[in-house]
């Protein structure tokens, strides 16, 4: 299975080849269909299985289609931290490159002057965590009312941390048609319930845990006189190739 066979446009294919990915993780290639075909999704899958990428590349592949000038917001990506928020930022970066899409960050530290003056131009995506998208929504300098696209990443942390009732106002701000990808670590009964109050007939995926990214790219390795022979990208991709090999199990449940 490669990139290629799911459909995805050549200018997210052109940078995920260059970031050095050969084939899509499990998550992707069971997720990245059903998100262009607008379906809701149901994602267990932890960090380390790619789901940032699972996401964001169909993602910006529906903005993509309609890149008109607008002033609304279309997309928005809640999740834990502000330091999950900037790898988020970091990844979509990569991946939208070739592309004539816009990017915000809310994030601790960042002057809301910075802010206020980013969100009077094009946002195609908006970056958040609840409570910070919730301080700016009280000073009315967000409107949430056009989102095309909601990405709840890390649900089981943002439940933990006790934002159950700010995820619960923002999603009253945000249009009922939309499309909604739910992710979460895990798939606890509290947080199925929730999600079932916010998914419409969503495709649900399940990726183990044991699972990591080594399975998509077994292949590369890289030899060197010294260390400085390698590059950071070949350093990253050699932490990826040290983590231990797992099984893993995946079902897919329509
Ligand atoms: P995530 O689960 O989104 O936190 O991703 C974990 C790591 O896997 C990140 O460093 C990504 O850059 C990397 N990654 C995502 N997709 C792939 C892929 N298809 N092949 C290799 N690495 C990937």
Do not use: W
Request: proline fraction near 5%; include cysteine; aromatic fraction near 6%.
């Amino acid at each position: 299975m490669s990139f290629k066979n799911l459909n995805l446009i050549n200018p997210i294919i052109r940078a995920v080849t260059e970031t050095g990915y050969s084939k899509p993780t499990e998550i992707q290639h069971s997720a990245i269909p059903h998100i262009l075909m607008r379906r809701d999704i149901l994602g267990c899958a932890p960090s380390g299985s790619g789901k940032t990428a699972a996401f964001a590349m169909p993602v910006l592949q529906l903005l993509k289609k309609n890149t008109t000038e607008h002033k609304e917001i279309r997309t928005l990506i809640l999740t834990s931290t502000s330091d999950r928020v900037l790898q988020i930022e970091e990844d979509i970066k990569v991946y939208s490159k070739y592309l004539p899409l816009s990017l915000l960050s809310i994030i601790d530290g960042a002057s809301t002057g910075s802010q206020l003056a980013a969100l009077r131009k094009r946002v195609d995506i908006l970056i958040s965590s609840p409570e910070k998208l919730l301080d700016l929504v009280s000073q009315r300098h967000i409107d949430l009312s056009k989102i095309e696209i909601l990405i709840l990443d890390e649900t089981d942390k943002m439940l933990d941390l006790g934002f159950v009732s700010d995820l619960k106002a923002i999603l009253a701000l945000t249009p009922k048609k939309k499309q909604t990808l739910f992710f979460s670590a895990v798939m606890e009964n509290h947080i199925r319930k929730f999600a079932e109050g916010i998914l419409k007939n969503p495709v649900e995926i399940t990726v183990s845990p044991k699972q990591s990214i080594d399975q998509a790219n077994e292949q590369p390795v890289y030899f060197g006189e010294k260390k400085t022979d390698l590059t950071n990208d070949t350093i990253q991709d050699l932490s990826i190739l040290s983590t231990p090999k797992q099984n893993k199990t995946f079902q897919y449940i329509n």
